[in-house]
């Protein structure tokens, strides 16, 4: 049997707000900072390992293999190579699971991979089409739906029934959740911070009376407003995957099973739901053998619709394994890293929180264009 990744170390920088602390902070060196402290972290936990390769995802950076720069920057050497990938709000981790599908296919030559992602819309290019600047390139070609996030968010909750104050209760949640945790120093050993910033500066005291002010965002009548949606946001995050024979003692989160899947491009918040029961159904396990999901909350009306479908929330419940700690509505949503975060958060959740050899994690994302990604992990001690 092929030796399986295990994941031995997981940080990330804090989450910034786009145009705030981290506005002068360019992703390459985001990057840098989180590949140097996995990779050092990887060391003091199974020793020196050749690094095979350096992955990480991207969406609006510069261009020039963001993922080989950033290497070069972090003083990992010149042998090892850099790979970028785009899967938009899945980037993260489609760098995760590329990085693992390639441990195991080189298994013959033990060495370790660097995989996650980093975003700076703070000082992302200006892109021009047809002479004229533009927001984002299409998800989709003529012919086929291709609406904005915001404006999918809400079609998805029209056409799922997710009531504005279900949208507002869940981002309170998770600002709740994120600013206790935030505070109780739960996000510490998760962080390399900079200069600029020493941890997330998202998660805020939130009242339902705050919530309640906020209009529509999206449609003139809507329920998704900018209270229940993210914050665009500049941050990185990486893994250091190893193979399970060179992990020695050191604990981990072993890679079990991943999918990615398509979905209509008119829904794509609805990607994660296909993802996890392609995912489940690899893995031969069911959702309630899962110890720790955690989801990319874009916007509540998809975490919701989501949940639902999956058995995860109903009505005024959510299941207390779903994001127990927050998520991007309160820390925020750098777009190409926050697969990765995720990844950083189920292995503080898991790993560092001591849960038992066996127990699982599982990580999802919708991503833009008609797509979902997820990835279940393992516990290994």
């Not at 079990?256 to 829904?267: H, Q, Y």
């Not at 053998?289 to 929330?313: K, M, N, R, Y």
């Not at 959510?318 to 991007?328: K, M, Q, T």
Request: charged fraction near 20%.
């Amino acid at each position: 049997m092929a030796e399986r990744p295990v994941i031995v170390a997981a940080r990330r920088t804090p989450i910034g707000t786009t145009g705030q602390r981290l506005h002068a902070v360019p992703v390459d060196e985001l990057a840098a900072r989180a590949l140097r402290a996995a990779h050092d972290d990887a060391e003091a936990a199974v020793g020196a390992l050749a690094l095979a390769d350096v992955v990480l995802g991207n969406c609006m950076g510069p261009g020039g293999n963001t993922a080989r720069v950033a290497s070069l920057a972090a003083g990992l050497g010149e042998r090892a190579p850099g790979m970028t990938i785009d899967r938009q709000c899945g980037s993260g981790l489609a760098a995760i699971l590329t990085a693992a599908q390639s441990l195991v296919a080189d298994a013959a030559e033990p060495a370790m991979r660097l995989a996650g992602g980093a975003e700076s819309p703070s000082t992302a290019p200006s892109r021009v089409l047809d002479g004229r600047p533009y927001e984002r390139a299409p998800f989709a070609p003529a012919g086929f739906p291709d609406p904005g996030m915001g404006v999918a968010a809400e079609d998805l909750a029209t056409r799922r029934g997710i009531s504005r104050r279900r949208q507002d209760a869940y981002a309170l949640r998770s600002h709740d959740r994120a600013f206790a945790t935030r505070e109780a120093g739960g996000f510490d050993a998760e962080l390399v911070s900079g200069a600029e910033l020493q941890r997330d500066d998202g998660p805020r005291r939130m009242t339902a009376a705050v919530l309640d002010r906020f209009g529509p965002a999206f449609a003139p009548h809507g329920t998704v407003t900018a209270g229940n949606s993210c914050r665009v946001s500049d941050g990185a995050a990486v893994v250091a995957l190893v193979p399970e024979n060179c992990r020695g003692a050191s604990p981990g989160l072993a890679i079990v099973a991943g999918a990615v899947v398509g979905c209509d491009p008119a829904l794509p918040g609805w990607g994660p739901v296909p993802a996890v029961e392609e995912v489940l159904r690899r893995a031969g396990v069911g959702l309630d053998h899962i110890a720790a999901i955690e989801i990319v909350e874009a916007f509540a009306a998809q975490v919701l619709a989501v949940g639902d479908a999956l058995g995860l929330c109903e009505g005024e419940y959510v299941d207390e394994r779903l994001c127990a700690e927050g998520g991007a509505l309160a820390l925020g949503h750098p777009w190409g890293a926050s697969g990765a975060v995720l990844m950083v958060r189920l292995f503080s959740r898991l790993v560092r929180g001591g849960a038992p050899a066996g127990a699982l994690g599982l990580a999802t994302a919708a991503i833009g264009g008609g797509m979902g990604v997820a990835v279940l992990v393992e516990v290994v001690r």
